[in-house]
């Protein structure tokens, strides 16, 4: 095992913990990336950071194309290990970065998948009014009404929520706070989930401060999420595989499409940088599109 090399990506993931405060999901997606680096290096016998050569590290990326990675994953990777040794750089322990003149693979921007308005009604209708079925709809309605992430969904407490003003509050990637406003039916729902279903619920683990309980009492997890959103999507014959991120797309598009400020969309989606809330646009433009084909005799 390359153990020196090892131990400093280990501060680097600690340096990712406590200063820039990512979530334990992208600290895990990292950790993945930068250890696929390190079994490769000790195959090649280099074991400390100062041996890593920008042809060492061409030859990794060179292997994940040869495994069929896709270009998206290929590029994600370069991307963690090019903030790796920047660290590096920044803690001077090294003095040339290897990734400075590698480029990063060529991508498709893929337009992320929506929901119609009529899908999104279908599937809330899906949701059961008996067991914990208000709860599956008050956070069908929160995933859809907010466009929050699915990690920022199950991360919320009964103390995120303020009913009565229709804000609730999140913390997001990189451990950024915003408020984001709650639409009349995600209040109403929520306030019925509270008062009942949570509330019996609750007798099992009094202490629990989650919004959202499992049947036993405990904070409902993100795996649990994708497979009742996957039963609905079912239950509603909705042909397209959906999952919790399907809504935060639909939600910021159909905002946009009913004239939203882009600003406005970044604000509530909470994305760090307007870029990447601007592939919203792509979508209504291929929106657009569509509808000009179908419709206008000389397309």
């Known amino acids: 095992m390359a153990q020196a090399l ?110 119609r308005v009529e899908e999104i009604e279908q599937l809330l209708s899906t949701a059961r009014l008996e067991s914990l079925g208000l709860r599956d709809l008050a956070m069908l309605e929160l995933l859809y009404g907010t466009g929050l992430r699915v990690s920022e969904l199950v991360s919320l407490n009964v103390s995120s929520l303020n009913l009565d003003s229709g804000f609730l509050r999140c913390i997001g990637k990189g451990n950024k706070e915003r408020l984001v406003p709650l639409g009349r039916q995600a209040v109403e729902v929520l306030g019925r989930y509270i008062e009942t279903e949570r509330a019996e619920v609750l007798k099992r683990h009094p202490q629990e401060t989650a919004l959202f309980l499992n049947r036993w009492g405990a904070r409902l997890t993100r795996q649990r999420v994708f497979q009742l959103l996957k039963l609905y999507a079912k239950i509603g014959q909705l042909a397209k595989k959906i999952g919790p991120h399907t809504l935060r797309h639909s939600f910021a598009t159909h905002l946009l499409e009913n004239g939203a400020d882009l600003r406005i969309v970044q604000e509530l989606l909470g994305h760090a940088n307007i870029t990447t809330t601007q592939r919203y646009t792509h979508v209504d433009r291929a929106r657009l599109k569509s509808v000009h084909e179908n419709f206008h005799p000389r397309a």
């Open 6 to 115: 090892q131990e400093k990506v280990e501060e680097f993931l600690s340096y990712l913990d406590l200063e820039r405060g990512l979530s334990e999901a992208t600290q895990e997606s990292y950790r993945r990336d930068l250890y696929g680096l390190i079994h490769f290096l000790t195959t090649k016998k280099i074991s400390r950071i100062q041996q890593v050569s920008t042809e060492a590290i061409r030859e990794f990326l060179r292997c994940e194309r040869d495994a069929k990675r896709s270009p998206a994953t290929i590029a994600r990777r370069l991307s963690a290990i090019r903030g790796c040794f920047r660290f590096f750089i920044a803690q001077q322990w090294i003095k040339n970065n290897p990734t400075e003149f590698i480029e990063t693979p060529k991508l498709w921007q893929r337009l992320p998948q929506t929901l």
